[in-house]
């Protein structure tokens, strides 16, 4: 969760105090500081600017401060007689308390699916816990496809193809993307005709649960995802009051195995990404089975080795991740 910026090992000493390893500070006013420098990008909508890839940003809701980032290959500004690229509407991860849609690494990650998928991406910039805990995450998900229903920007009514649309998230973005797909699969007919959602790409989604699994114990003082940041990642953004074995961390509790009776009667298909070197592989595991028990379509692709984020810092793994992605969406 920590991704590029976690130090080579967890010392001894930051295991007693996951606030510093996270280089964040708890306020009493239920907020936090955050005093880890990530790198941002800004957008680049100028089609003259040498990027294959352009980007811009447009408001979701300028009340609670949200914002998409679009990604559009420059190719389909070359091609306008082409047909309309499949839609990906991607959240980033962070454990829900840090990073951005800006933040360099996630715009690097979408510029690079969209060059290599030749797919339109609509990042988003989600609230962050604890200022605001889940399900505000949740909220603004389903309001962003909502957005794409009546946003009229040229990028998204000229060159993306509604009817070919995927819900896919990182890390924390990956466990977004599941329960956002839970719920828009509940009220589709809000959303459809416009939009027609494909299914979701859940890649390293972020579960837990009160009870440990084997990999979580195994790797408990994994450099990028300890245990004990793991822990307080969830303590920060559930529900005040609550446990991780509240339905938002663990997906085996609630409704969230019933709904999923809806996403396989929608046709919905699930391609679930991790590696044997994340502390949440048996959660994917333990998801795609309960997937599969439920008759939902599911794809999933465990590789050996690797660590959680991975795929944001090798571009080698990035690049072999999109082949997955674009055989997944466009089965021959």
């Given at each position: 969760m920590?991704?590029?910026?976690?130090?080579?090992?967890?010392?001894?000493?930051?295991?007693?105090?996951?606030?510093?390893?996270?280089?964040?500070?708890?306020?009493?006013?239920?907020?936090?500081?955050?005093?880890?420098?990530?790198?941002?990008?800004?957008?680049?909508?100028?089609?003259?600017?040498?990027?294959?890839?352009?980007?811009?940003?447009?408001?979701?809701?300028?009340?609670?401060?949200?914002?998409?980032?679009?990604?559009?290959?420059?190719?389909?500004?070359?091609?306008?007689?082409?047909?309309?690229?499949?839609?990906?509407v991607?959240?980033?991860?962070?454990?829900?308390?840090?990073?951005?849609?800006?933040?360099?690494?996630?715009?690097?990650?979408?510029?690079?699916?969209?060059?290599?998928v030749?797919?339109?991406?609509?990042?988003?910039d989600?609230?962050?816990a604890?200022?605001?805990?889940?399900?505000?995450?949740?909220?603004d998900?389903?309001?962003?496809?909502?957005?794409?229903?009546?946003?009229?920007?040229?990028?998204?009514?000229?060159?993306?193809?509604?009817?070919n649309?995927?819900?896919?998230?990182?890390?924390?973005?990956?466990?977004?993307?599941?329960?956002?797909?839970?719920r828009?699969?509940s009220?589709?007919?809000n959303?459809?005709?416009?939009?027609?959602?494909?299914?979701?790409?859940?890649?390293?989604?972020?579960?837990?649960?009160?009870?440990?699994?084997?990999?979580?114990?195994?790797?408990?003082?994994?450099?990028?995802?300890?245990?004990?940041?793991?822990?307080?990642?969830?303590?920060?953004?559930?529900?005040?009051?609550?446990?991780?074995?509240?339905?938002?961390?663990?997906?085996?509790?609630?409704?969230?195995?019933?709904?999923?009776?809806?996403?396989?009667?929608?046709?919905?298909?699930?391609?679930?990404?991790?590696?044997?070197?994340?502390p949440?592989?048996?959660?994917?595991?333990?998801?795609?089975?309960?997937?599969?028990?439920?008759?939902?379509?599911?794809?999933s692709?465990?590789?050996?080795?690797?660590?959680?984020?991975?795929?944001?810092?090798?571009?080698?793994?990035?690049?072999?991740?999109?082949?997955?992605?674009?055989?997944?969406?466009?089965?021959?």
């Amino acid at each position: 969760m920590s991704f590029n910026f976690a130090p080579s090992k967890p010392k001894s000493w930051l295991r007693h105090c996951p606030y510093q390893y996270l280089q964040i500070v708890n306020n009493s006013n239920g907020t936090i500081t955050r005093h880890r420098k990530i790198p941002n990008t800004p957008a680049t909508p100028d089609p003259d600017h040498p990027t294959p890839v352009l980007s811009k940003d447009i408001p979701l809701n300028q009340s609670n401060k949200t914002w998409v980032r679009i990604f559009l290959p420059k190719q389909a500004l070359n091609n306008p007689s082409s047909s309309k690229l499949p839609l990906i509407v991607y959240f980033h991860g962070g454990g829900f308390i840090l990073y951005s849609a800006s933040s360099t690494v996630f715009h690097d990650f979408c510029s690079n699916i969209a060059i290599d998928v030749n797919a339109i991406i609509v990042s988003v910039d989600y609230r962050l816990a604890p200022e605001h805990r889940l399900p505000a995450a949740y909220d603004d998900a389903v309001e962003t496809l909502h957005l794409i229903t009546t946003n009229q920007d040229e990028w998204l009514t000229k060159y993306a193809d509604f009817s070919n649309t995927y819900i896919m998230g990182t890390s924390a973005g990956g466990n977004v993307a599941y329960h956002a797909g839970l719920r828009v699969a509940s009220e589709v007919e809000n959303l459809q005709p416009l939009i027609l959602i494909k299914g979701l790409i859940l890649h390293q989604p972020f579960f837990g649960a009160t009870q440990r699994t084997e990999s979580e114990l195994r790797l408990v003082s994994d450099p990028v995802l300890p245990l004990f940041v793991n822990d307080l990642m969830w303590e920060l953004s559930l529900p005040i009051g609550v446990d991780r074995d509240h339905e938002y961390c663990n997906s085996t509790v609630g409704g969230g195995s019933q709904r999923l009776e809806k996403i396989r009667l929608l046709g919905w298909r699930v391609l679930v990404i991790d590696c044997k070197g994340d502390p949440l592989i048996d959660r994917q595991i333990e998801l795609v089975k309960m997937m599969e028990e439920k008759g939902v379509v599911v794809v999933s692709q465990f590789d050996e080795g690797g660590h959680h984020g991975v795929d944001l810092q090798d571009l080698s793994r990035a690049k072999a991740l999109n082949v997955v992605l674009k055989n997944f969406m466009l089965p021959s």
